[in-house]
């Protein structure tokens, strides 16, 4: 398992890293808003494990990559979740069939907010398409606003921390 963990960690960060050196932390910053705003093949995990990586090596500070980071990815799920909630459950409804979504799918998404928003929110930051997708998701769902922002900031610090913190931490004992 950690040779598996290791070699995914590495290609991440060789995909990612170019972008981080051409656009720094705006680049970061766009990718990981872009992406939760519900961009499904923006790379954002590669983009906060290389600004850890690149913090670590003192490209960057790790006291902004976190915090940037944390800001893009929650401000860009509040973004969704103000479109799912003007649009989403209407035009689910409406426009649902011609994608294979039935009301009844509807009802039972309703249902899982209610019953375990939180959890959802939370855990879903690190499940893709989930954390592309959960703040269109919540707020067609009529999660409310103030729970989804809370428990979408408490798993964005928990991702960017696992990612962005993990890699820096790693990074630390590589030579050179």
Known sequence: MGHWFLAMLAHLIHAATPVMHRYGLWGLVVILFVENLGVIFA?????????????AKGAFGIGAVLPLALIACVSGGYVA?????RYGHKGLLR??????????????????FRSYGAVVVVVGRYIVPLRQLQGYIAGSAEMGFRPFAL???VGGALWVGTWGGGAWWLAQSIPG
């Open 43 to 55: 790379p954002g995990e590669a983009v906060v494990v290389t600004a850890g990586f690149l913090a």
């Open 81 to 85: 979740y103000g479109l799912g909630a």
């Open 95 to 112: 426009y649902g069939k011609y994608v294979g979504v039935k009301p009844s799918m509807v009802d039972r998404v309703h249902e899982l």
């Open 151 to 153: 428990w979408s900031a």
